[in-house]
T-cell receptor, first 115, second 113 residues
Framework: NAGVTQTPKFRILKIGQSMTLQCTQD?????MYWYRQDPGMGLKLIYY???????DKGEVPNGYNVSRSTTEDFPLRLELAAPSQTSVYFC??????????????FGPGTRLTVL | GDSVTQMEGPVTLSEEAFLTINCTYT??????LFWYVQYPGEGLQLLLK?????DKGSNKGFEATYRKETTSFHLEKGSVQVSDSAVYFC????????????FGTGTRLLVSP
């Protein structure tokens, strides 16, 4: 049971380039999330998904896109990289139980630098 | 909107010292409260949680009590170890509806031998 896996671990992009951050979970969780963590800050929610084919915006969605074609995978797409997107990106998943008591399980993160 | 405020770090302690990391929150509903820990180079992992007033969450010697009257969820440990060095995040989720977590800015704990 690998949990939540993310690739790549590190990446350097030039301004205007595009890339996809991969996220896979093997816990059969319904809910998946993408967060970014800026230095000295808490995590901010970018996008989330409550099941295959269903996605919605979080707090900071501008400059990103997502898709959820399977329960396991939730890739995050950066179309035109900007220096403001330099951050550490975390993917997470949870069962999606009601009442706000879910535990979210996090991947190890992708450190992205845009120059 | 909902928010979480944590004490500034870093918190520097010697091994076996008592730890308190303060956390207060603002929420429109009746939130669940969480402490997550991030060890160096790793993702976040749940440390403990509490879902209603006066509940005490505990794990690995850490404890936090949900205080609705003071809107607080302070993290404590009686005797810290070097291996507890990490960043600690307080968070809330505010139902009804989706499982969005609102995080505090994190508090770095450094424990020296």
């Amino acid at each position: 049971n690998a949990g939540v896996t993310q690739t790549p671990k590190f990446r350097i992009l030039k301004i205007g380039q595009s890339m996809t951050l991969q996220c896979t979970q093997d816990m059969n969780h319904n809910y998946m999330y993408w967060y970014r963590q800026d230095p000295g800050m808490g995590l901010k929610l970018i996008y989330y998904s409550v099941g295959a084919g269903i996605t919605d915006k979080g707090e900071v969605p501008n400059g990103y896109n997502v898709s959820r074609s399977t329960t396991e995978d939730f890739p995050l797409r950066l179309e035109l990289a900007a220096p403001s997107q330099t951050s550490v990106y975390f993917c997470a998943s949870s069962y999606g139980t009601s009442g706000g008591t879910d535990t979210q399980y996090f991947g190890p993160g992708t450190r992205l630098t845009v120059l | 909107g909902d928010s979480v405020t944590q004490m500034e770090g870093p918190v520097t302690l010697s091994e076996e010292a008592f730890l308190t990391i303060n956390c207060t929150y603002t929420a429109t509903g009746y939130p669940s409260l969480f402490w997550y820990v991030q060890y160096p180079g790793e993702g976040l992992q749940l440390l403990l949680k509490a879902t209603k007033a006066d509940d005490k969450g505990s794990n690995k010697g850490f404890e936090a009590t949900y205080r609705k009257e003071t809107t607080s969820f302070h993290l404590e440990k009686g005797s810290v170890q070097v291996s507890d060095s990490a960043v600690y995040f307080c968070a809330l989720s505010d139902p009804p509806g989706f499982q969005k977590l609102v995080f505090g800015t994190g508090t770095r704990l450094l424990v020296s031998p």
